[in-house]
């Protein structure tokens, strides 16, 4: 099935899921719902990377240049996003200009470096829009304001205070909801034969301390005093630091749980399938990709599909299951079975992996 087009409702959503910087919910909503986000238009001739370029952040942004959006396109105006991006920049407060440059800015211009020459219907290019928002900086650096620059890191995170222990919260729920929503949406076939779409952790972690900055920026309308004292600061980032080690073993306990039934469901699939087949009065011809295997890619991972849910203390029920496993694949059960249903050009290749499959099993049977 084709993707299909976007209705006002649709529309609406995805545009609040990027105001709001949200691209997990923005990702598995467009799953959900087979939405090519390449094609969607909004007004002013603008796509979505015009929209986030005005309104988001830089997680939608980056999803929005992964999945294709173009970056080159032009609105009525002849502005592409990154011409919005800059508008923005030069109209912001100079302590969030940082942010829209590392966030908006510079990641379509990695993706596409000759954007800077990209000219709107009024002669403005964002090289001169980039150059203007350069000046400004130094302008209020001369002056004396308060600024930060572009490539500065972002302030330490006051992980004690009540406000922050929330959007800690809000931000692992966001994480939760992602990994969920990706098991329900994606169809058991194919959602456990590896298009399981998991991030590191060095990823994830940058990623949650990033959405944290961007939240604490827009949301915080004061600034660090400058009497804090310094051991504050130290005391910051221990809790910091203590935050992160809690969100790793969540993120941890959530992979392995993950991993864990996947395999389950592997091999409960395999059990559907084999039995089915074993009964079936069928007469349609079995090819090699007919027949469900008990292993994905290597013989020798037979047991990590098969005893996935027995405990290895439990030596009655592994010895148990393993003989039923060694009647079923003997090669003269086998052929006795579906030998009559085997499609003659492919015999010598399905014993031959009937055969390995038995002698691995009899191996496994030997060392129990």
């Given at each position: 099935?084709?993707?299909?087009?976007?209705?006002?409702c649709?529309?609406?959503?995805?545009?609040?899921?990027?105001?709001?910087?949200?691209?997990?919910?923005?990702?598995?909503?467009?799953?959900?719902?087979?939405?090519?986000?390449?094609?969607?238009?909004?007004?002013?001739?603008?796509?979505?990377l015009?929209?986030?370029?005005?309104?988001?952040?830089?997680?939608?942004?980056?999803?929005?240049?992964?999945?294709?959006?173009?970056?080159?396109?032009?609105?009525?105006?002849?502005?592409?996003?990154?011409?919005?991006?800059?508008?923005r920049?030069?109209?912001?407060?100079?302590?969030?200009?940082?942010?829209?440059?590392?966030?908006?800015?510079?990641?379509q211009?990695?993706k596409?470096?000759?954007?800077?020459?990209?000219?709107?219907?009024?002669?403005?290019?964002?090289?001169?829009?980039?150059?203007?928002?350069?000046?400004?900086?130094?302008?209020?650096?001369?002056?004396?304001?308060?600024?930060?620059?572009?490539?500065?890191?972002?302030?330490?995170?006051?992980?004690?205070?009540?406000?922050?222990?929330?959007?800690?919260?809000?931000?692992f729920?966001?994480?939760?909801?992602?990994?969920?929503?990706?098991?329900?949406?994606?169809?058991?076939?194919?959602?456990?034969?590896?298009?399981?779409?998991?991030?590191?952790?060095?990823?994830w972690c940058?990623?949650?301390?990033?959405?944290?900055?961007?939240?604490?920026?827009?949301?915080?309308?004061?600034?660090?005093?400058?009497?804090?004292?310094?051991?504050?600061?130290?005391?910051?980032?221990?809790?910091?630091?203590?935050?992160?080690?809690?969100?790793?073993?969540?993120?941890?306990?959530e992979?392995?749980?993950?991993?864990?039934?996947?395999?389950?469901?592997?091999?409960?699939?395999y059990?559907?399938?084999?039995?089915?087949?074993?009964?079936?009065k069928?007469?349609?011809?079995?090819?090699?990709?007919?027949?469900?295997?008990?292993?994905?890619?290597?013989?020798?991972?037979?047991?990590?599909?098969?005893?996935?849910?027995?405990?290895?203390?439990?030596?009655?029920?592994?010895?148990?299951?393993?003989?039923?496993?060694?009647?079923?694949?003997?090669?003269?059960k086998f052929?006795?079975?579906?030998?009559?249903?085997?499609?003659?050009?492919?015999?010598?290749?399905?014993?031959?992996?009937?055969?390995?499959?038995?002698?691995?099993?009899?191996?496994?049977?030997?060392?129990?």
């Amino acid at each position: 099935m084709g993707k299909q087009k976007c209705s006002h409702c649709q529309v609406y959503k995805l545009k609040r899921y990027t105001k709001e910087d949200r691209p997990a919910r923005m990702r598995s909503y467009v799953a959900k719902h087979n939405i090519d986000l390449t094609t969607v238009e909004l007004s002013k001739r603008r796509n979505l990377l015009h929209y986030c370029s005005k309104y988001g952040l830089g997680g939608v942004c980056r999803y929005l240049l992964e999945v294709g959006v173009n970056p080159y396109s032009t609105d009525e105006d002849g502005n592409t996003p990154v011409h919005l991006a800059l508008r923005r920049g030069l109209k912001e407060a100079s302590t969030n200009v940082h942010t829209i440059y590392n966030e908006l800015i510079l990641p379509q211009l990695e993706k596409c470096p000759f954007l800077t020459e990209e000219v709107d219907d009024y002669g403005t290019s964002c090289r001169d829009l980039l150059d203007r928002l350069l000046e400004k900086q130094q302008r209020q650096k001369s002056s004396g304001q308060e600024f930060q620059t572009w490539y500065e890191t972002p302030e330490t995170v006051d992980c004690s205070s009540p406000s922050e222990q929330e959007w800690q919260q809000k931000i692992f729920q966001e994480y939760h909801y992602e990994c969920e929503q990706e098991g329900v949406k994606i169809k058991v076939s194919e959602y456990f034969e590896g298009d399981f779409n998991e991030e590191t952790y060095d990823e994830w972690c940058e990623r949650m301390a990033r959405e944290v900055h961007n939240k604490r920026k827009y949301s915080n309308t004061g600034q660090r005093s400058k009497e804090e004292p310094k051991n504050k600061k130290t005391s910051a980032e221990d809790d910091l630091e203590k935050a992160r080690e809690k969100m790793k073993q969540k993120y941890d306990d959530e992979q392995r749980r993950i991993k864990e039934l996947r395999v389950r469901r592997k091999k409960q699939d395999y059990e559907e399938n084999i039995k089915s087949l074993l009964s079936s009065k069928d007469v349609t011809p079995l090819g090699f990709n007919d027949i469900p295997w008990p292993f994905e890619s290597e013989v020798t991972d037979i047991s990590k599909r098969l005893f996935c849910d027995i405990s290895p203390s439990d030596k009655e029920t592994y010895r148990k299951y393993l003989r039923e496993q060694q009647i079923r694949w003997h090669p003269d059960k086998f052929l006795q079975k579906l030998g009559h249903r085997i499609k003659e050009e492919e015999k010598d290749c399905i014993l031959e992996r009937v055969k390995e499959i038995s002698q691995e099993l009899n191996k496994l049977f030997d060392s129990s």
